[in-house]
Structures are given as structure tokens and as C-alpha cells.
Antibody, heavy 122, light 108 residues
């Protein structure tokens, strides 16, 4: 099973951008799909978007479109999530997760990173 | 839009059985997955595709579907099972995941 390790905590000013990385172990990076999920303090899980390196495709949740960019670098087995125009409501733990259920209509998240706390504060 | 409804909290005594529900209109078609999240930790998959368990997850955790409701059942509850539990489906129409609001399981 693929393991993923994320970059460290970030503190950002409102209006700035943050880029969080997620490095996958093993040789299956190009066979996996990676999603980003965030969790605001005391709140539930919210999907941000995903990337499928094999097909070089990305998809974003409607509410983040225009502010989020997810990329994948096969040479380093790393996916990145960049969120711009940060506001205080973006303060959250951001998780990277691999998707299970390849070839099926349904997908789940079977391996999660440790999470990256992004704090947006003036 | 696809909405999954979970009770905010469930309480159970040690050794008893906990049942956490997840309601949704299309749930029977979509495959339901369950995650356990302990305080300060990342979520962990405990049931996928309605009723399958990943390796390493105890048999005490099981999933089922009936009509528009999925249920995560935890038998012989232990203090260590105290956590937040989330259900999730993959919405076919949008090709995106949807999470339930989460249920806090308290072991009395």
C-alpha cells in the first residue's frame, strides 16, 4: 500500500498563497489517484480536489475553482496543492490521500498523509 | 446535490454494540465507505464498498446497507474506539466524493 508524507505546517497572511506537498512511497505513483481533503478546526471533512498522474487530469470542488491548483510530479512521486487568495476561513488541516477502487465506479481513500496545518492570520 | 446525513453523536457502554448510521437518497447505488478519526490524527479507512474491511481492521467493525441507510456497526466496543466516524460515497453524477457530517462516538 502506498504511504504518503506531507510537508510541514504553514502560517500565511490573508491574500497570500500556500503550497503543500505530498510525497508518495513505492513505485505506483503513476497508477494512483490523489485527492486533497481539508478539515477546518472542529469541523468535518471537505474534498478540495484530485489529480490522476497517469492521465494528467485534475478536478476541483466547485467552491475552490479559481483558487486551487493541484499538480503531480512523477519524477519525485510528489503531488502539490496550491491555494491562493487565502482568507481566515481557509485555516484548516489539509490532507493528501490515495484513492482505492481503481476501475470501479466508486472510490475511497485508503492511505492518508499525516496532515498539514495551514493557519491564515494577519 | 448528494447529501449524507449522520447523527452528531452516539454513546455506548464498553462491551456493547455501537451503530452509526448514514442516510442518503442514492446510497444503495454508490458504495459506502467509513473512516475513523481519533483526535489530532488523520482519518483511517475502516470499511469500504459497503461492507469490506481493509487488512488490519478488527472484525468488530462491520458495514451494512438497508434501503437509503448505511450502518457502521462496532461490536464489543472498547474505550479506544472513541473517535469521530465519517461516511463517504462517490457521487457518480459529479464523479466526486461526498462526506457525511461525522458522528462522535463516546464510550461511556
Amino acid at each position: 500500500q502506498v504511504q504518503v508524507v506531507q510537508s510541514g505546517a504553514e502560517v500565511k497572511k490573508p491574500g497570500s498563497s500556500v503550497k503543500v506537498s505530498c510525497k508518495a512511497s513505492g513505485d505506483s505513483f503513476n497508477n494512483d489517484a490523489f485527492s486533497w481533503v481539508r478539515q477546518a478546526p472542529g469541523q468535518g471533512l471537505e474534498w478540495v480536489g484530485r489529480v490522476i498522474p497517469l492521465f494528467d487530469t485534475v478536478d476541483y470542488a466547485q467552491r475552490f475553482r479559481g483558487r486551487v491548483t493541484i499538480t503531480a510530479d512523477g519524477s519525485t512521486s510528489t503531488t502539490h496543492m496550491e491555494l491562493s487568495s487565502l482568507r481566515s476561513e481557509d485555516t484548516a488541516v489539509y490532507y493528501c490521500a490515495t484513492e482505492g477502487g481503481a476501475g470501479m465506479r466508486t472510490h475511497w481513500f485508503d492511505s492518508w498523509g499525516q496532515g498539514t496545518l495551514v493557519t491564515v492570520s494577519a | 446535490s448528494n447529501v449524507l446525513t449522520q447523527p452528531p453523536s452516539v454513546s455506548v457502554a464498553p462491551g456493547q454494540t455501537a451503530r452509526i448510521t448514514c442516510g442518503g437518497n442514492n446510497i444503495v447505488f454508490e458504495g459506502v465507505h467509513w473512516y475513523q478519526q481519533e483526535p489530532g490524527q488523520a482519518p483511517v479507512l475502516v470499511v469500504y464498498d459497503d461492507s469490506d474491511r481493509p487488512s488490519g481492521i478488527p472484525e468488530r467493525f462491520s458495514g451494512s446497507i438497508s434501503g437509503k441507510t448505511a450502518t457502521l456497526t462496532i461490536s464489543r466496543v472498547e474505550a479506544g474506539d472513541e473517535a469521530d466516524y465519517y461516511c463517504q460515497v462517490w457521487d457518480f453524477s459529479s464523479d466526486r466524493p461526498v462526506f457525511g457530517g461525522g458522528t462522535k462516538l463516546t464510550v461511556l
